[in-house]
């Protein structure tokens, strides 16, 4: 039977929705905002959550995120009475399944669930904020043919042969938990469970209990007996991501735990012993946050027994159109869209961005670019404004050469900008800026009045005011092969 966790603060609708869905014998429960929903899932399992946008004490987004964060694998359905492009972008990026406008009718929304639903084993399977996975090959689906990682694959195939404490370090959306996944299927332990907590999405207050459980009358709220994750994961592997983030009185009792394979529950008076395989995430410094005292050295040792390190996408850019590709076919599925490929011109800018975010970032990017494009091939405009802003202030080198290979400053250059110490005077300092800043947008949009003006939010007529206040002429900055 499904579980289905209905959130609103319209009192109205939660009846009108939950009896739809008890008609279909689904288990229902009800929350009247985000934060009341949030502790429902920490403390129960559900399918699916339908969620609405705007609540009082915590947003439906902001919900949405933590969620995810949680239990990658629920399905999350958006409500909202007011039709909202932002909103629905900002909803799939984060991971919803789809988003809906009230009213709404209860046939229309059932028969969405239903289909919801029927793909949860492939959600639970696949995770939509993680980099990508695929069923073939040795590694599990680890995807990239770049010397970085079949490194990367090399390690994987050691750690897997070995049951010792891993530490994955890298960046954010480098691939951690796809990582650890890996190991772990292709290891010993592979029939068995693979548990993941994310150490930095769950309260303070409630992550001891996340951990080890707790008994019934432990705390506020504790209305039962609870099973942590370390007993969930018993015999198989325990993945904990962003393992920096837990305070220190926390790390003295996992480090018992990772020591002994003992714990006590929250609120208990017994001991629960348990074999897991521990392997730990973190995107941060932790040798700086040992020097700080903010990271036990002693913990840190018994982590870090085989340390493994991702590289961030911009250093395997080779990986990106095979990333790409796999985002099509991943999304076309997902949305039931018919969209065929990348237009050279959107795979040139896709190559030339350094993705800061790496590949969730790249997820992220072409998940909004299903959502924005109409044909059938992906173009610039269904890309991020960051991304198509690339077409020339990247695209185009500001060195050129001269006949004989020796390189030379280009003398439309878009100028560096600096304070000036010797003049502090505000006005001079906003003008450059402001001179500065045009000549960057003009070099980006090549020096065409109308695009420069749309896109740098700046009124033509104040454009055109601008350059001959500073004495500029646009088609100065225009390529002669564009």
């Known amino acids: 039977m499904f579980r289905v966790l209905v959130v609103d603060d319209d009192s109205a609708l939660r009846l009108t929705v939950s009896s739809a869905f008890l008609e279909r014998h689904y288990e229902v429960e009800v929350a009247c905002d985000g934060e009341e929903a949030l502790n429902k899932v920490m403390s129960s399992k559900f399918d699916l959550v339908l969620l609405d946008v705007n609540m009082p004490r915590m947003s439906g987004l902001i919900a949405l995120k933590h969620i995810k964060a949680y239990d990658n694998s629920i399905i999350v359905l958006m409500l909202t009475a007011y039709s909202n492009v932002k909103d629905a972008v900002d909803a799939v990026r984060q991971g919803a399944y789809n988003y809906l406008e009230k009213p709404i009718k209860s046939d229309d929304l059932v028969a969405l669930v239903d289909r919801a639903l029927k793909a949860h084993s492939f959600v639970k399977a696949v995770s939509l904020s993680a980099p990508a996975m695929v069923n073939a090959g040795e590694n599990k689906g680890l995807i990239g043919s770049s010397t970085e990682m079949k490194r990367i694959f090399t390690l994987i195939d ?155 996408l911009r250093e395997r850019k080779s990986d990106v159109l095979s990333l790409v590709e796999h985002f099509l076919e991943k999304f076309n599925g997902t949305y039931g869209n018919k969209i065929i490929g990348v237009s050279e011109e959107a795979r040139e800018l896709l190559m030339k961005y350094n993705w800061p975010g790496n590949i969730r970032e790249l997820e992220n990017v072409m998940e909004h670019a299903f959502v924005i494009e109409s044909g059938t091939m992906i173009s610039p405009a269904a890309l991020p404004d960051s991304i198509r802003g690339l077409s020339r202030s990247v695209g185009k080198s500001a060195v050129a050469s001269d006949n004989n290979g020796h390189s030379q400053a280009d003398d439309r250059a878009t100028p560096a900008f600096a304070i000036n110490l010797e003049n502090l005077d505000f006005q001079s300092q906003k003008e450059e800026f402001e001179k500065h800043f045009i000549i960057s947008a003009l070099k980006v949009f090549n020096g065409k009045i109308n695009q420069t003006a749309l896109h740098a939010n700046i009124p033509k007529k104040t454009l055109l005011r601008k350059l001959e206040k500073y004495g500029l002429t646009a088609k100065d900055y225009q390529d002669e092969d564009a």
Do not use: W
């Not at 772990?184 to 309260?203: L, T, Y």
């Not at 951990?211 to 018993?234: L, M, N, P, V």
């Open 158 to 312: 050691k750690l897997a042969r070995v049951d010792t404490s891993v530490l994955v370090r890298g960046e954010s959306g480098t691939g951690k938990e796809l990582v650890a996944k890996a190991i772990h299927m292709n290891g010993p332990r592979k029939d068995e469970r693979f548990v993941a907590i994310n150490c930095s999405a769950i309260p303070e207050a409630l992550i001891e209990s996340e951990f080890f459980g707790h008994e019934k009358g432990a705390f506020t709220g504790a209305d039962g007996r609870k099973i942590g994750k370390f007993q969930y994961a018993d015999g198989g592997t325990l993945f904990l991501d962003e393992i920096g983030d837990i305070s220190p009185s926390l790390q003295v009792k996992l480090l018992r735990a990772l020591q002994e394979q003992k714990f006590t529950p929250v609120g208990a008076n017994r001991e629960v012993e348990v074999n897991v395989r521990i392997i730990a995430a973190t995107n941060r410094n932790l040798e700086e946050m040992i020097k700080r005292g903010e990271f036990r050295e002693d913990l840190f040792y018994r982590l870090n027994v085989l340390p493994l390190f991702l590289p961030p």
